[in-house]
């Protein structure tokens, strides 16, 4: 087990809770952690260390209570994949020469948690930024249409309808933008229908840089960044700028509608309806 202070130590940039006392953590790097609670985050065990040079961890994604991937910045040209099968009590790394290359100047952004999300039941679905940004799906690369060509730019985040995933998750959207100058909303979101091979903008985008994205349900949405928050009622096609709060992450519970938002100093809020 680990001590308050050392967690209080780490950079913690993702979470996922199984039920009221389980639950993995993920600490970016360097060194790269990975830690897990069984008794509602009194004591956690240290599941994944990783000390190597360049390590930094992104974000993290579970199909069930048993399968997960967690995914960081390129090391060496690569980027970074490591897998659990039993509920995140171990995890391996994916061999260096089956790792996707990133071009230069590309990478992923921690900033929510959110650039990777299961598609179906075994894909997932990540999303890269900075100079050049594109979606991956196993070998698949695809060039995104959002803002990018810098360190700032590119997609932030990405979700996938959860009734789509019972046909292979053909239905999902991103959003990102330039946090270097978060009130641009100039090709900050674009949604797809056909499994990422094409995307559509919306008539009104959400207002500005936005670092995370989520399905309520099948036709509504909120998106969430420094920029403020924003609410869709059609699939994403046009956004209500709702909040000049800023938050960093915004999730739906996964049963009802609940929706909570964090952001800076340990803020965090609920939507109200």
Known sequence: MVSSQRLRNGDFRDIEAFDA??????????????????????????????????????????????AGIVIGDPIDGK????????????????????????????ALFAASGTCIAPLDRDEAIFVTGGKISRAFIRDQKIKLPVLQGKESTGAFSIAVSDQNKLNGGNKMIVV?????????????????????????????????????????????????????????????????????????????????RTVYLAGEGGRVAKLVY
């Open 21 to 66: 006392t389980s639950a993995v953590v993920m600490a970016v790097g360097e060194p790269a952690y990975i830690l897990r609670t069984t008794d509602g985050g009194e004591n956690w065990k240290v599941v994944y260390e990783n000390k190597g040079k360049g390590m930094f961890l992104d974000a993290m994604a579970f199909w069930n209570i048993d």
């Open 79 to 106: 980027l970074f994949i490591a897998r659990t099968f039993d509920g995140g009590w171990t995890w391996r790394a994916i061999p260096e020469k089956y790792r996707p290359e990133a071009e230069k100047g590309e």
């Open 176 to 256: 990102g933008g330039d946090y270097g100058a978060d009130s641009v909303s100039t090709n900050n979101c674009f949604y797809s229908a056909d499994r990422g091979q094409h995307w559509t903008a919306p008539k009104i985008p959400p207002r500005g840089y936005k670092s995370c994205v989520d399905y309520i349900t099948e036709k509504e949405l909120i998106a969430c960044g420094t920029s403020g928050v924003d609410y869709s009622a059609d699939g994403g096609d046009t956004w209500t700028y709702i909040s000049k709060e800023k938050f960093h992450v915004c999730r739906k519970a996964k049963e009802g």
